[in-house]
């Protein structure tokens, strides 16, 4: 498809997307041509009934489906997770060593997604659970970051963490850098590039999406440094995704 034939699509999706919920049609077309519909909070800004749910936003680079939450108070953009329980999409500190306690696992169900950069701040656990709690040094840890898995004990490398995108439109482009004392991590990503397998330790140590994370754990304040892309067929799996540049 060229560029072109890109950006129309992308016009007439998020114009019928605007119809869909309620926008007359002299109205919604503006709102598509000009690009306006790139966030949830600019929808909900256009469209004033529209309420939490399942939308598909167009942005200067990207068409993209996300979950628009807190449509009434303060819209953000979410991905909808097809595989979540104990095995699929979480991160966890495994206890020992230097760190005792038992092993912290937090399990997401939807990630913060920026769809202009198709980036997943990491540290957003709104749509998470966690189990566990464990001591790092005077901190009582009970959450995780998401990608991440994290360890503290000598030459440990028994913290897990795992990304299964499977069921939706995107692929991790991301690279993992270990952190901390002594770490060591490694990520194993499947042929697509869908899921991702970490294992991460140290003396205390961490594996995570960039250089530069500091004790991943607790995360507080946005830190969007997972990087998604579009799949190749990403216009036709759930919550589609479409580069436009």
Known sequence: ?????????????TT?????????PASAKPVAVQGLLDSCAALRAAVPVAA??????????????????????????????AFTGSAANFSQYTAGGASPGS????????LRLDPKTLTVDINDTTFAGSTGALTHGSDRVTSVAYAVAMAC?????????????????????????PGGSAPFGTATPSSDGQVVGLTGGGYCGWNAPSAGVYNPYNPQGPKYILKLSCAKDGLFRPQLCLSLS
């Open 153 to 177: 004990g000598a030459g440990s490398t028994t913290g897990q963490g795992n990304i299964d995108l499977r069921g939706t439109a995107f692929t991790v482009a991301s690279t993992f850098a």
């Open 16 to 24: 019928l997307a605007a119809v869909s919920i309620g926008a007359s």
């Open 52 to 81: 939490d749910g399942n939308y598909t936003l167009a942005t200067d680079r990207n068409l993209v489906g996300v979950y628009c939450h807190d449509m009434a108070g303060n819209p953000r953009e979410y991905l909808n997770l």
């Open 103 to 110: 092993n912290v696992r937090t399990s997401f169900t939807k």
């Open 1 to 13: 498809m060229t560029k072109n034939g890109k950006r129309f699509l992308a016009t007439c999706v």
